[in-house]
């Protein structure tokens, strides 16, 4: 019976999959441009959606899908991955997925690309997604006995930080200015407060400085302030958004951006001291952007790129959406969200992903890079995307029975 109702929900996902705008010759070029750097590809033809699946939420059924899922990534990540963005979310997703699962194949995978970029960030680890591969040293550093923790490990990108920590605006470290010549904040752009808040505070935890929380709480403010709309409850994704709308007339807001915010939240949090007097600063945003996310998600459980005109994207986006699910399930987790408001968001989220999943393993329905909301293939896969998945499974395991 399982496999039963799969199949059809599987069957009604590709019925649907045929009924999407396609790419406009820009976005395009920029699936081509994401293709040819191995950050994932879109086939035409991707196979059949995975009839195997349970969205029920046991351990062993989601178990199942996180290592379906992560098994299909790993090679490509090993083979492809580098210090970029991209990668950088996918290997905190399989650090999620070696905690989650205990299977250390995740992690020495990690170990192994960890050790193959000497431990540094990309570049001069200067601004906010050049750091975000460090997430992925401090974890494996803060893994270790503390007897055995090698100080190589974290000297490079420590180097980067300390450099970089006295710089509230400018063009030295990374941070740039626009067109209007106008500088431009650290973190000016809300993927940022995913890709190097969790660094900072992991830094915090591996030398014991505090200066390097401090650095967080300013930065998120001053990202708060200029990004933050307070009558949606979520964020611009950065300063020349506030302005921009959709085909419908609506703000726009972008999935994948706001799950950007969420995980970012979830990750800082979890790395912040437990007696930190600004974690309620994070959590209220996290209370008041799920009740947003809570009032928009679709009738399948999912997000689209345009949040405010999901008409105009009829695909689901599923890094955007497993990004808020991550960071809903976490605030669950924690006692932060009302679980009996907020699991049903969880479980719905879960099994409509679940409906985007190929029978090899392969996590569709994402959107290309950018800055806002596109058109992409239901086969669309990026690393980014598969590394919010597995973020999203390792929480929703923890509410499974």
């Known amino acids: ?93 399989f650090m999620a997925a070696w905690k989650a699962t205990g299977d250390p194949k995740y992690r020495d995978a990690m170990l192994g690309l960890a050790k193959k970029f000497d431990w540094k960030p990309r570049g001069k680890g200067g601004n906010a997604d050049d750091q975000s591969v460090a997430q992925m040293y401090l974890e494996l550093y803060l893994a270790e006995p503390k007897d055995k923790r090698d100080p190589h490990w974290i000297e490079a990108t420590r180097a980067a930080l300390d450099a970089g920590i006295g710089i509230q605006a400018g063009v030295d470290g990374g941070v740039e200015t626009d067109a209007g010549k106008q500088v431009r904040i650290p973190w000016w752009w809300c993927d940022a407060l995913f890709m190097a808040p969790t660094v900072w505070a992991q ?64 990750r800082t949090v979890d ?3 437990k007696d930190d007097q600004e974690i309620p600063f994070y959590v209220g945003q996290l209370k008041e952007m799920a009740a947003r996310a809570k009032e928009l998600q679709g009738a399948d459980g999912l997000w689209h790129a345009g949040l405010l005109d999901p008409e105009y994207y009829p695909l689901p986006e599923i890094s955007g959406s497993a990004l808020m699910t991550y960071g809903i399930a976490w605030g669950i987790n924690h006692g932060y969200l009302d679980s009996r408001t907020y699991r049903p968001v969880v479980e719905k989220a879960w099994k ?50």
Request: charged share 20%.
């Open 1 to 93: 019976m399982r496999a039963l109702i799969f199949a059809v929900v599987g069957l009604s996902i590709a019925a649907s999959a045929q009924n999407y705008p396609k790419p406009t010759p820009v976005m395009q070029a920029q699936i081509d441009k994401d293709n040819g750097r191995g950050f994932g590809d879109s086939p035409s033809d991707p196979g059949p959606l995975a009839k195997d699946l349970s969205p029920a939420l046991k351990v062993a059924d989601v178990d199942k899908a996180l290592r379906k899922v992560a098994d299909w990534e790993l090679p490509r990540v090993v083979a492809h991955g580098d210090q970029i963005w991209t990668s950088s979310v996918d290997y905190v997703g």
């Open 352 to 401: 409509g992903m679940l409906g985007h999943i190929y029978a090899d393993g392969r996590l569709g329905c994402i959107q290309q890079t950018g800055p806002e909301p596109a058109f992409y293939y239901p086969s669309s896969s990026y690393d980014y995307g598969v590394g919010g998945f597995m973020l999203a499974g390792s929480e929703v395991r923890k509410l499974a029975k």
């Open 203 to 266: 830094m915090a935890e591996a030398t014991g400085d505090h200066k390097y929380i401090d650095y967080i709480h300013s930065q998120w403010r001053t990202t708060y302030v200029q990004l933050w709309n307070k009558d949606e409850h979520l964020y611009a994704r950065d300063a020349s958004y506030k302005t921009k709308t959709e085909a419908n007339g609506k703000p726009m807001f972008w999935s994948r951006g706001e799950g950007w915010v969420f995980g970012g939240i979830a």
């Open 271 to 273: 790395n912040l001291p």
